[in-house]
């Protein structure tokens, strides 16, 4: 089963059991100032998990594309990817746990065809600081399902130091088998949703010997185990609460999202621990083979440089398609850095010549039916792949050439100068520590590191500030900034012209960020008749409220919007918030019941964004 099958396979089945399919959200959050990419399935679905009613009803089903930046560096393994794709269900107060458990069961042994002796699963343990009690009931479901195959599912109170035990079904504690977006309960922030889950593992066999062949080797191993054995396949998560004032209240419905790995469903279908392995791969694993004149899996430093590329150019593939261009800062820095990592690798792989273009060509080809935004953008695709990686090979030859003058003025290399080339050039420590190496000497990593770490701490607090306390937590400021984000577009469209359309938004609790389309500087004339409009709006204190309608009667009653491509994929129906009748936009929300909440508006600042896209800054008085 290739991956386009098993994703086709899930949609499907899930459409049988009454959900309705969605179309993937951007990688860009809408309206989420708390996290700069879209790293699960569940992201989007905040709102609804919360307990806004969804366009499409109380049964959902998709597949998310995600990217997480923490996995940069676990690229290279055998299961780590920073760009997957996360297949969803979600009951929104529908059917849980009695539903949910009997269903997936059924899709991967029955749908999938996975071996059922190979399946293990883990439920939460209970906590009584939290008051949330041992979920004894999935246990008892999940025995149920293993039953129907023929199979006595014992249930071990986990303790890692005594290994399997002989068990199927495994209790741990609150680090392990509880979801939300920031791990555990104890670090949830206010407001935030969570629950109790129940994760499923596929067991690639104790006869390949690979606890043995890892550093866990005088450990137990266990189906949480980093031996690599075992391999997480998807998460039941029971989104029961709501963490307030430092309580796990429950939230008005029982939820249920589950979040399945497609790429990792794919490697269990076909038992290979590889996930580099699977079909989605193959096309541009043999173009770095003919590339590099190397074999994948012949030697280990070799099959380390092939994954990161592979992995690299597709993260960076989707992230161009949604927008995010290689930059120095916020989410064009990831593109950047995952395009230059993979040329780095294409070197050590010996490849000559750019090669960038070519993989990105390949993963477009692949996804494309899938996911036509990579069709509409290839050229865009094409472009930035090829440009970046034509900067950064400039970028190596002058970070060579610094190293030699280094060398050339002083006998050592200190860490200090590596954090330097990196800093300055781009240059990598790894290409460093090679030339230092030449040279018969160490790059002192301890100093690097400590230097780089001074440099995330100055970077990690300049994004809480730029990311802190913005539309996800629902507060009123940031209601009120989004909701003023509709009275600009509309006032823009007056005073510019009906080419003006959304092309992104950032909304923290101190200002509205606004890209919109528009070729040229606007003159301080059009600035202030837009700045009069909103303002008028804002005094003749209009209503807003919203109606869910039909994608054809929102655009008959002349609404305005930029999500609106995901809906002509779905036919399904979408929300329009009215503001009077002034303006009519879709949107998901949170806004303010009347203009007249608003105060007063001010542009700060009207600068370019890119070409053809201009940028407003605002504040709210």
């Known amino acids: 089963m290739t991956a386009q099958e098993l994703r086709e396979k899930y949609l499907s089945f899930f459409e049988s059991k009454g959900h309705k399919r969605i179309p993937s959200a951007s990688l860009i959050p809408e309206n989420d100032p708390t996290t700069l990419f879209t790293g699960s399935g569940m992201q989007p679905m905040i709102p609804y998990l919360l307990g806004e009613p969804h366009p499409e009803g109380t049964r959902i089903t998709d597949a998310q594309k995600c990217f997480r930046t923490v996995d940069i560096d676990e690229?290279?393994?055998?299961?780590?990817?920073?760009?997957?794709?996360?297949?969803?269900?979600?009951?929104?107060?529908?059917?849980?746990?009695?539903?949910?458990?009997?269903?997936?069961?059924?899709?991967?042994?029955?749908?999938?065809?996975?071996?059922?002796?190979?399946?293990?699963?883990t439920v939460f343990r209970g906590n009584d600081g939290i008051g949330v009690a041992r979920d004894e009931e999935s246990a008892k479901l999940w025995q149920e399902q293993f039953a129907q195959s023929g199979i006595e599912a014992n249930v071990i109170d986990m303790s890692e130091r005594d290994g399997m035990q002989g068990g199927r079904i495994f209790y741990y504690d609150d680090t392990k088998n509880w979801w939300s977006r920031s791990g555990g309960p104890q670090s949830m922030p206010e407001g935030e949703p969570g629950g109790p889950d129940s994760e499923m593992?596929?067991?690639?066999?104790?006869?390949?010997?690979?606890?043995?062949?890892?550093?866990?080797?005088?450990?137990?191993?266990?189906?949480?185990?980093?031996?690599?054995?075992?391999?997480?396949?998807?998460?039941?998560?029971?989104?029961?609460?709501?963490?307030?004032?430092?309580?796990?209240?429950?939230?008005?419905?029982?939820?249920?999202?589950?979040?399945?790995?497609?790429?990792?469903?794919?490697?269990?279908?076909?038992?290979?621990?590889?996930?580099?392995?699977?079909?989605?791969?193959?096309?541009?694993?043999?173009?770095?083979?003919?590339?590099?004149?190397?074999?994948?899996?012949?030697?280990?430093?070799?099959?380390?440089?092939?994954?990161?590329?592979?992995?690299?150019?597709r993260a960076a593939t989707f992230l161009i398609a949604d927008g995010v261009l290689p930059s120095n800062k916020d989410q064009g820095y990831f593109t950047r850095r995952l395009i230059r990592r993979a040329v780095r690798f294409g070197t050590?792989?010996?490849?000559?010549?750019?090669?960038?273009?070519?993989?990105?060509?390949?993963?477009?080809?692949?996804?494309?039916?899938?996911?036509?935004?990579?069709?509409?953008?290839?050229?865009?695709?094409?472009?930035?792949?090829?440009?970046?990686?034509?900067?950064?090979?400039?970028?190596?030859?002058?970070?060579?050439?610094?190293?030699?003058?280094?060398?050339?003025?002083?006998?050592?290399?200190?860490?200090?100068?590596?954090?330097?080339?990196?800093?300055?050039?781009?240059?990598?420590?790894?290409?460093?520590?090679?030339?230092?190496?030449?040279?018969?000497?160490?790059?002192?990593?301890?100093?690097?590191?400590?230097?780089?770490?001074?440099?995330q701490d100055l970077s990690r607090t300049g994004a809480e500030q730029k990311f802190a306390g913005g539309l996800a937590d629902h507060s009123e400021e940031s209601k009120r900034l989004h909701t003023a984000t509709h009275l600009l577009h509309q006032a823009l469209r007056k005073v510019l012209g009906d080419h003006v359309a959304q092309k992104g938004s950032n909304i923290t609790v101190e200002r509205l960020r606004f890209d919109f389309s528009h070729d040229k500087k606007m003159t301080d004339e059009e600035k202030a008749s837009v700045v009069e409009i909103v303002n008028d709006v804002i005094k003749k204190d209009l209503p807003v409220h919203f109606e869910v309608l039909s994608l054809a009667e929102a655009k008959a009653r002349g609404a305005i919007g930029l999500f609106e491509d995901k809906y002509v994929q779905l036919g399904g129906k979408v929300k329009v918030y009215f503001v009077g009748d002034f303006s009519k936009e879709v949107c998901g929300g949170p806004h303010v019941d009347h203009t007249g909440e608003l105060g007063s508006f001010?542009?700060?600042?009207?600068?370019?964004?890119?070409?053809?896209?201009?940028?407003?800054?605002?504040?709210?008085?």
């Open 348 to 455: 050590k792989l010996g490849i000559d010549g750019a090669f960038a273009e070519k993989i990105g060509t390949v993963f477009v080809e692949v996804y494309r039916d899938s996911y036509p935004e990579l069709t509409t953008n290839q050229e865009r695709i094409y472009s930035e792949l090829m440009g970046e990686e034509t900067k950064f090979r400039t970028t190596l030859a002058k970070g060579e050439r610094e190293v030699e003058k280094i060398f050339g003025k002083k006998e050592k290399l200190s860490g200090e100068d590596a954090f330097l080339l990196y800093a300055s050039f781009g240059f990598p420590l790894e290409l460093t520590e090679e030339i230092a190496a030449e040279h018969g000497q160490n790059v002192d990593r301890e100093i690097f590191e400590a230097e780089f770490k001074k440099h």
């Open 602 to 621: 001010k542009i700060l600042k009207e600068e370019a964004s890119s070409a053809g896209v201009r940028r407003i800054k605002a504040v709210l008085g």
């Open 201 to 313: 593992f596929w067991d690639f066999g104790e006869e390949l010997g690979m606890h043995e062949a890892s550093e866990l080797r005088d450990q137990p191993c266990h189906v949480n185990c980093d031996c690599g054995r075992f391999l997480e396949i998807g998460n039941n998560v029971f989104m029961q609460y709501k963490k307030i004032d430092g309580r796990f209240e429950p939230l008005p419905e029982n939820n249920v999202d589950f979040g399945g790995g497609l790429e990792r469903i794919a490697a269990a279908s076909i038992n290979d621990p590889d996930v580099f392995r699977i079909d989605v791969f193959s096309k541009a694993l043999k173009q770095l083979e003919n590339l590099s004149g190397k074999t994948y899996g012949d030697r280990q430093e070799e099959t380390y440089a092939f994954r990161v590329i592979l992995d690299h150019l």
């Open 75 to 121: 690229a290279g393994d055998n299961r780590h990817t920073t760009f997957f794709e996360m297949l969803g269900n979600w009951s929104l107060g529908d059917y849980f746990k009695k539903e949910q458990i009997s269903w997936i069961y059924e899709f991967l042994v029955k749908g999938v065809g996975l071996d059922p002796t190979r399946l293990y699963v």
